[in-house]
């Protein structure tokens, strides 16, 4: 099974980071990876820039309404995602243990669709 | 450079659907990743099973937390995603605005 494993961070906790602070979290971030691979759990992932230059589009009739800034009105936003492959959901939760953020959010992929 | 298209939005409407909307629904998205392949713009996507599956792991001061449900207990949740291929944000929307969900495009780093 997939699992989408969600990350979210304090907005500006990246931004205002020192650079040694930043490599020691993209230090963190390659040994996780690393550890996905050797267990051939690893699918895809991407990291985001800040949600302050996100874009939403939300139809309403035939219109788009057009937003900038961040998606929801949260403490913390998202800045990235990992898909990994995990045999069952506990599996998956231990991955996202593993994950070098504070808040993980665990959701299965639909994997058949149509 | 590769954005985020997210599929955000009520997730009650397509839960209520029935087989011909969730039916007539793939099918725009179909057509939806068949332009973007026709682009050369399209680098995969998932949908996601709906919110009430999520799980959330906390880590705090050493501690754990897991809990049932979403980060965020709000009615906008997000559904799935595209990785596309634009050459400037807006571009992005442009492509957004033809995804059919509402949608959130956040640049990827790297």
Redesign the interface.
């Given at each position: 099974m997939?699992y989408?494993l969600?990350l979210?961070s304090a907005t500006g906790a990246w931004a205002e980071a020192s650079e040694q602070e930043q490599a020691a979290i993209m230090a963190e971030h390659e040994k996780f990876t690393a550890l996905l691979v050797e267990r051939g759990a690893l699918v895809?992932g991407?990291?985001?820039?800040g949600?302050e230059?996100?874009?939403?589009?939300?139809?309403s009739g035939g219109d788009?309404l057009?937003t900038d800034g961040p998606?929801?009105e949260?403490v913390?936003h998202?800045g990235?995602?990992y898909?990994v492959e995990a045999a069952d959901?506990d599996a998956?939760?231990e991955l996202?243990?593993a994950?070098p953020?504070?808040?993980?959010?665990?959701?299965?992929?639909?994997e058949s669709?149509? | 450079m590769?954005y985020?298209l997210?599929a955000?939005?009520d997730e009650r409407p397509w839960a209520e659907a029935g087989p011909q909307e969730r039916?007539a629904l793939?099918a725009e998205w179909?057509r939806f990743e068949a332009m973007l392949a026709e682009r050369r713009a399209h680098h995969?996507g998932?949908?996601?099973?709906p919110?009430p599956?999520?799980?959330?792991?906390?880590?705090?001061g050493g501690q754990?937390l897991?809990t049932d449900g979403?980060?965020?207990e709000?009615v906008?949740q997000?559904s799935?995603?595209v990785?596309v291929e634009a050459a400037s944000?807006e571009e992005?929307?442009e492509l957004?605005?033809q995804m059919p969900?509402?949608?959130?495009?956040?640049?990827?780093?790297?």
């Open positions: 997939k989408a969600l979210y895809g991407e990291a985001l820039h949600p230059q996100g874009v939403t589009l939300r139809r788009a057009r998606f929801a949260t913390e998202l990235g995602f898909i959901l998956a939760i996202a243990r994950c953020e504070e808040i993980v959010e665990v959701r299965p992929v639909v669709s149509g | 590769k985020l997210l955000v939005g039916h793939y179909g995969g998932f949908e996601l099973a919110s599956t999520a799980t959330t792991v906390r880590k705090h754990v897991i979403p980060y965020a709000t906008e997000i799935g995603y990785v944000m992005a929307v957004a605005g969900s509402d949608v959130h495009v956040r640049e990827i780093a790297g």
